[in-house]
């Protein structure tokens, strides 16, 4: 693996660990389900991108130092599964969370002001905050990931990263990118749910995004099996 990819790869990982604690943060203090569910996303992306990372990184080093071969077997059986396992347990927590939420939903009253560090915030203003945050981070890694798959399909000579996505290559930075790429919309769709929720007054609007995030995380399970199929 490129010094490149490396860096996509760890950047993507630190960023969606950030992303995962200002989530949790935000969702304990404000009640809001898509952005639990948005935390969750992040968790597994997290998850997956620090096994692919030292995965790598014990790849490089030689077969009597990685354990023989069942450290190999065992790397083998992760890469093939491992991440479509995680977003399907993923989605599953979501859709779990936003039944927990939606069943609660008559015992929630309006979000209180959250205090952090003797100071009072908006909710809202608050998640969208974070949100925004989370955005740029996101972003950020989204587009570093994307210059790497970039430069080794020019190195391929391929045009169309449409084309090269259904060819199921280079699956793990693919996986990596659509992680990212998803995540992006899933930062939308909370956005629009916490606004909703917001404007409306009925938490049902948050609810029901959080179970769209849901259903984007068993989206990922489910790409990531066929990659793995296609690629056997």
Request: hydrophobic share 55%; aromatic share 10%.
């Amino acid at each position: 693996m490129s010094q490149d990819s490396k860096k996509a790869l760890a950047t993507a990982m630190v960023v969606n660990a950030g992303a995962v604690v200002l989530k949790l943060l935000t969702a304990f203090a404000g009640g809001s389900p898509s952005m639990m569910n948005g935390a969750i996303h992040n968790l597994v992306s997290t998850l997956n991108q620090a096994a692919l990372f030292f995965g790598w990184v014990e790849a490089a080093r030689p077969a009597v130092q990685q354990g023989g071969s069942g450290s190999l077997q065992k790397r083998a059986l992760w890469d093939r599964w491992g991440t479509t396992g995680l977003f399907a347990t993923g989605a599953v927590l979501g859709l779990v969370y936003a039944w927990y939420a939606w069943h609660e939903l008559s015992r929630a009253g309006d979000p209180a002001l959250v205090e952090l560090l003797g100071i009072f915030f908006d909710p809202l203003g608050l998640a969208l905050a974070v949100l925004g945050l989370a955005f740029i981070m996101e972003s950020y890694a989204f587009l570093l990931v994307l210059k790497v798959l970039l430069s080794i399909m020019r190195r391929e000579g391929i045009s169309n990263p449409f084309r090269y996505l259904a060819k199921f290559r280079k699956t793990a930075l693919v996986v990596v990118l659509l992680e990212s790429a998803v995540a992006l919309l899933g930062l939308v769709f909370a956005v629009v749910g916490i606004g909703l929720r917001a404007t409306t007054g009925s938490a049902i609007w948050d609810i029901g995004c959080s179970v769209l995030i849901a259903i984007l995380l068993g989206g990922m399970a489910f790409y990531s099996g066929a990659v793995r199929v296609r690629s056997a």
